[in-house]
């Protein structure tokens, strides 16, 4: 288990601590419409589910290129996020996306409609199924936000500035308090994120995502052109072996509306031991749990905090449990101590 903990620590300490940015004016090639007009349009009620839906269109049928920081502390990191759709030759459109980090040898992703591509340098390049890169927007923007509807509430709070724009504030709060409250703040023009933000019980910022510069764009650029160019590498025919699903634990404690999205066995350390993995989401927020036999004792339980990102490990009878996700640390303990051998 201590490989284990390695690898999430050197995850944690990575982090640039450059000091918080100030935001640029974001006013590059947005349309000219008015809130006004824009609120009006089709007689549509204005409420959280008309915004969280032109949230929606915005992310899938715009194309744009941003700077993003996520912002921890005093601990950042910067990306470029780019979005488009490029038409071919064949007159078929092709979806195009990329993150990129702006600072050190990260991990650079690409996606092309629903192949998902990594980048890292030394290391070999590899692809997998995605409709999105979710790197700093959770799954549920990209779909139906009625699955949330038992576990959250939607609520529409007033306007406010952010970087010389004019933006929507809606408030999705946990229902049971297991999750972190999430905050979004949309731009009235585009309809794309200007802010994001995990809020704790408290109402106190425990993470956030800036976007610090937006271009909008009425067509493709250069960059998205480049990009619908590339030939990514293909996506395995088959799983690996050892990626077999597992049953072998029962789950006694599951926070309301998180569902098992997939388990399986594989390695996670650095000396090839094996562990079950088992990942749930509701949406919002995924966590993850990883059960394998004890490498050696540590002082159960171990708590460490990122940010939103909690990382909890405890010791069973016979088995070592982590549970990582971006919820307080009391609910992904709850999740571990809850794991039991069937």
Same mark, same amino acid.
């Given at each position: 288990?201590?490989?284990?903990?390695?690898?999430?620590?050197?995850?944690?300490?990575?982090?640039?601590?450059?000091?918080?940015?100030?935001?640029?004016?974001?006013?590059?090639?947005?349309?000219?419409?008015?809130?006004?007009?824009?609120?009006?349009?089709?007689?549509?009620?204005?409420?959280?589910?008309?915004?969280?839906?032109?949230?929606?269109?915005?992310?899938? +049928?715009?194309?744009?290129?941003?700077?993003?920081?996520?912002?921890?502390?005093?601990?950042? +990191?910067?990306?470029?996020?780019?979005?488009?759709?490029?038409?071919?030759?064949?007159?078929?459109?092709?979806?195009?996306?990329?993150?990129?980090?702006?600072?050190?040898?990260?991990?650079?992703?690409?996606?092309?409609?629903?192949?998902?591509?990594?980048?890292?340098?030394?290391? +070999?390049?590899?692809?997998?199924?995605?409709?999105?890169?979710?790197?700093?927007?959770?799954?549920?923007?990209?779909?139906?936000?009625?699955?949330?509807?038992?576990?959250?509430?939607?609520?529409?709070?007033?306007?406010?500035?952010?970087?010389?724009?004019?933006?929507?504030?809606?408030?999705?709060?946990?229902?049971?308090?297991?999750?972190?409250?999430?905050?979004?703040?949309?731009?009235?023009?585009?309809?794309?994120?200007?802010?994001?933000?995990?809020?704790?019980?408290?109402?106190?910022?425990?993470?956030?995502?800036?976007?610090?510069?937006?271009?909008?764009?009425?067509?493709?650029?250069?960059?998205?052109?480049?990009?619908?160019?590339?030939?990514?590498?293909?996506?395995?025919?088959?799983?690996?072996?050892?990626?077999?699903?597992?049953?072998?634990?029962?789950?006694?404690?599951?926070?309301?509306?998180?569902?098992?999205?997939?388990?399986?066995?594989?390695?996670?350390?650095?000396?090839?031991?094996?562990?079950?993995?088992?990942?749930?989401?509701?949406?919002?927020?995924?966590?993850?749990?990883?059960?394998?036999?004890?490498?050696?004792?540590?002082?159960?339980?171990?708590?460490?905090?990122?940010?939103?990102?909690?990382?909890?490990?405890?010791?069973?009878?016979?088995?070592?449990?982590?549970?990582?996700?971006?919820?307080?640390?009391?609910?992904?303990?709850?999740?571990?101590?809850?794991?039991?051998?069937?």
């Amino acid at each position: 288990m201590r490989n284990l903990f390695l690898v999430f620590f050197v995850f944690f300490s990575q982090l640039s601590l450059a000091a918080t940015p100030k935001l640029d004016v974001l006013n590059a090639g947005l349309p000219n419409v008015s809130p006004t007009t824009l609120e009006s349009a089709n007689g549509e009620k204005i409420n959280a589910a008309y915004w969280l839906k032109r949230l929606q269109t915005a992310l899938t +049928e715009s194309n744009f290129e941003a700077g993003i920081v996520t912002i921890k502390g005093s601990k950042t +990191e910067s990306y470029q996020w780019t979005h488009g759709f490029f038409s071919e030759e064949s007159g078929k459109s092709v979806e195009i996306e990329r993150v990129s980090p702006l600072i050190g040898n990260g991990i650079a992703i690409i996606r092309k409609n629903d192949t998902l591509s990594y980048f890292e340098a030394n290391k +070999e390049p590899y692809s997998v199924k995605g409709t999105s890169i979710r790197n700093f927007i959770p799954a549920i923007f990209y779909k139906d936000f009625s699955s949330l509807a038992d576990s959250y509430q939607f609520v529409l709070v007033s306007k406010s500035q952010i970087a010389g724009r004019s933006a929507q504030l809606i408030r999705i709060e946990s229902v049971a308090k297991e999750t972190y409250n999430f905050w979004v703040w949309i731009d009235v023009i585009s309809g794309l994120p200007l802010r994001l933000a995990y809020i704790d019980e408290k109402g106190e910022v425990v993470e956030q995502v800036l976007m610090t510069h937006l271009s909008y764009l009425t067509e493709p650029n250069d960059e998205i052109r480049k990009l619908a160019s590339l030939d990514l590498p293909e996506i395995p025919n088959a799983a690996v072996a050892m990626n077999q699903q597992t049953n072998n634990w029962q789950m006694g404690y599951v926070p309301k509306g998180f569902e098992l999205l997939k388990s399986d066995r594989h390695h996670v350390s650095i000396n090839r031991e094996v562990a079950d993995y088992y990942l749930y989401s509701d949406g919002l927020v995924e966590y993850s749990v990883y059960v394998q036999r004890p490498i050696e004792s540590f002082n159960s339980p171990l708590v460490l905090q990122d940010g939103a990102t909690s990382f909890v490990m405890v010791h069973a009878d016979g088995y070592d449990v982590t549970v990582v996700g971006m919820m307080p640390a009391e609910t992904a303990f709850n999740i571990a101590m809850g794991v039991k051998s069937k």
